[in-house]
């Protein structure tokens, strides 16, 4: 390309780039996808390992697993009873068929082409990356909203410095939470959105989608319903993208239940889509309606109106279903004996510093862009009421990680925002600026970047002040000390697909098992197990409780009531190491001790490695005859 006439190479550098940036700004969706594809492919390619050996390795991803392969075989869509956890009745599981739709085409097209171990692998890797999709293109949207038509890019590079938020899409984590965190982004977006009909319709369906799946976002969702109705109240004309949330909430709610809920899910249960969410989304849905369509004049009055809508509202849900108040609906001894050691239970404040310092970094990141867009904005009414939207929403998913740890990958997701923000005005800063303009943003964008490799970069430090001062740091508080590396490795060793396939050398049998490995049971072999840990199904796990905590007679019994037909232990697994620590005098612990009584006959397998699990024949009939539980 030639000069034009007076156009200098700086020039002509500056029409380059105004080309690139507009042409950028008119294709940001197009130009997301391909990001996005190069994403993907590196992820499986860095994960490959995993995707090979089928590593599960959260419970929920081996039961979805597990859940679309029996609907693949003809399991009824309304039909989610898990029945090879604790045979013959089985487990009552309370998700939706939603999540399964498209690992099941996945597993389906790619056995058109590769033997179907290989294709289900490929589904499990792929799946995961599907709802990153959304994640990145809600991302931008609500980055060119707050920052411009450029201020895309950044924000959807962002989800790669939320190291926990993008373990939720990483290949072969195939449960429901990424769709669920990409729905609460684009509810987020639809929120904010300067087209108040598309925005409402945006929010309004992705959040009945989102319920559909499962609960677990509906403080979420319930925040961005309350702002949406917030904003009416002192914004004139927002009424327009409330009727049409309240519209869509309801009715997609509704129809979601039709399509979507299961046989157990149509009974008045609080844990999923079901007849009381449908009851309590109509009847807010309705009421919004009727406030949008209400002449009310002055904040004053549409405040109070809305007081007594969601007031009338909040009394019909207590009054009807004041169950549904407690996220789980499970006993005190359940409470107590079980979810209190659930790591993702606890609050932040229950974790180990390594954990907490670099899950932190996006949110503080957030807060200081927060921060500094909101005075930026101080003179634009609109983008500031945008940006104190998104700016609630990530202090509400900030401040529940000191309720629970699960709260984490949300809580960096949301801050993305306004961190890409802070770090696109940086960057445009450093780009344009004036020299003293150009060195503080540069020192800001370097302050960005190190948070953003927070969590490669914080262990290097931690051993750099180690070796430095020879100091060991004080953990974060006594009770929260890592695991030993013996935990770690039986932890995963346990899990394995070589190490669990060798069961299949047995006939199907019902096999007791630890809680947080029945799942990986069903998803690697032909057998039964007892339970898995879904609070739905408490009886089954106290009883696997009582049976590790109490005398070996009373295992024997429980065992019975179960048909199970071997005993499964895994020493140094996370979960067993809480029996032996909470009844030192138990059964598990004396068969740590090898204590063990003689209506238990080892199991041997045909293999070369070295077992990472202690297998058992339960003898009930004469417990004297080793012989016939070692043949057997």
């Known amino acids: 390309m030639t000069l034009h006439s007076g156009e200098t190479l700086r020039d002509r550098a500056g029409r380059w780039a105004a080309l690139l940036s507009t042409y950028a700004a008119r294709h940001w969706k197009w130009l997301t996808f391909l990001i996005w594809i190069v994403i993907a492919i590196s992820m499986v390619a860095t994960r490959w390992p995993a995707v ?65 171990g290989l294709a289900d692998r490929l589904a499990c890797g792929i799946a995961p990356l599907l ?15 707050l920052a411009g038509p450029n201020g895309w890019f950044l924000a959807v590079l962002a989800p790669l410095a939320a190291q926990m938020g993008l373990g939720m899409y990483g290949p072969m984590r195939i449960d429901h939470h990424g ?40 403080v ?109 609906q499970i006993s005190p001894e359940l409470e107590r004996l079980w979810l209190a050691n659930i790591r993702e239970a606890k609050p932040i404040t229950a974790q180990t510093q390594s954990l907490v ?55 960096q997701l949301l801050a993305i925002p306004p961190a890409a923000w802070a770090a696109h005005r940086l960057v445009a800063a450093v780009l344009t600026g004036t020299r003293r303009v150009r060195i503080a943003a540069g020192a800001g964008v370097a302050l960005l970047a190190a948070i953003a490799c927070a969590y490669p970069l914080y262990p290097q430090m ?27 490795k039986a932890n995963g060793r346990c899990r394995t697909l070589p190490a669990l396939e060798l069961l299949d050398q047995l006939p199907p049998a019902t096999i007791f098992t630890m809680v947080d490995l029945g799942p990986r049971i069903l998803a690697t072999t032909h057998h039964s197990a007892l339970a898995g840990p879904y609070h739905r199904n408490g009886t089954t796990i106290l009883d696997i409780h009582h049976a590790f905590d109490g005398p070996a007679s009373d295992f024997r019994a429980i065992a019975a009531k179960h048909h199970a037909t071997y005993l499964l232990v895994c020493p140094d697994f996370p979960e067993g190491t809480i029996y032996q620590s909470r009844s030192p005098k138990g059964f598990y612990a004396d068969l740590m001790r090898g204590k063990m009584p003689n209506w238990l006959a080892p199991v041997k397998l045909k293999t070369s490695m070295t077992m ?11 417990p004297g005859d080793k012989k016939a539980a070692q043949q057997r």
């Open 179 to 218: 769709w669920q965190l990409a729905l609460a982004l684009t509810m987020m977006a639809g929120v904010i959105d300067t087209n108040r009909l598309r925005g409402g319709v945006m929010a309004g369906v992705s959040s009945a989608l989102s319920i559909a799946i499962g609960m677990e976002m509906i």
């Open 357 to 411: 310092v670099p899950l932190l970094a996006m949110p503080v990141a957030g807060l200081i862009g927060l921060l500094w867009a909101l005075w930026d904005s101080r003179r634009d009414s609109e983008r500031l009421w945008a940006w104190a939207t998104v700016g609630l929403m990530m202090l509400f998913s900030t401040a529940l990680l000191f309720w629970q740890l699960r709260a984490g990958p949300a809580a």
């Open 52 to 116: 090979h050996w089928l590593v599960l390795s959260d419970t929920d991803d081996n039961i979805r697993y597990v859940q679309v392969k029996d609907w693949l075989a003809g399991q009824g869509w309304y039909d989610l009873r898990q029945y090879r956890l604790d045979p013959p009745g089985g487990a009552n599981i309370h998700w939706s068929r939603i999540v399964d739709i498209p690992l099941a085409g996945l597993i389906l097209f790619f056995r058109a082409f590769v033997d179907q």
């Open 612 to 622: 990472p699990y202690q297998l058992y024949w339960i003898h009930y009939s004469s």
């Open 131 to 145: 709802p990153l999709f959304l994640l990145m293109l809600s991302l931008g949207f609500i980055g060119r909203r």
């Open 462 to 488: 931690v051993k750099l002040y180690q070796d430095t001062t020879g100091i060991k740091p004080r953990p974060w508080r006594p009770s929260a000390v890592a695991r030993t590396e013996a935990i770690k």
């Open 220 to 328: 979420y969702l319930a925040a961005g319903g309350g702002l949406i109705a917030l904003r009416w109240v002192f914004r004139p004309g927002a009424e327009r993208r409330m009727l049409a949330y309240a519209l869509s909430l309801a009715g997609a709610t509704s129809l979601f239940y039709l399509l979507f809920a299961s046989y157990a899910n149509r009974e008045m249960v609080c844990d999923a889509l079901s007849p009381i969410w449908v009851a309590v989304f109509g009847a807010a849905g309705a009421g919004m309606v009727i406030l949008s369509l209400a002449p009310l004049r002055g904040w004053p009055v549409r405040l109070a109106a809305g007081a007594i809508v969601g007031g009338a509202v909040a009394v019909f849900f207590w009054l009807n279903w004041p169950q549904c108040l407690s996220p789980y």
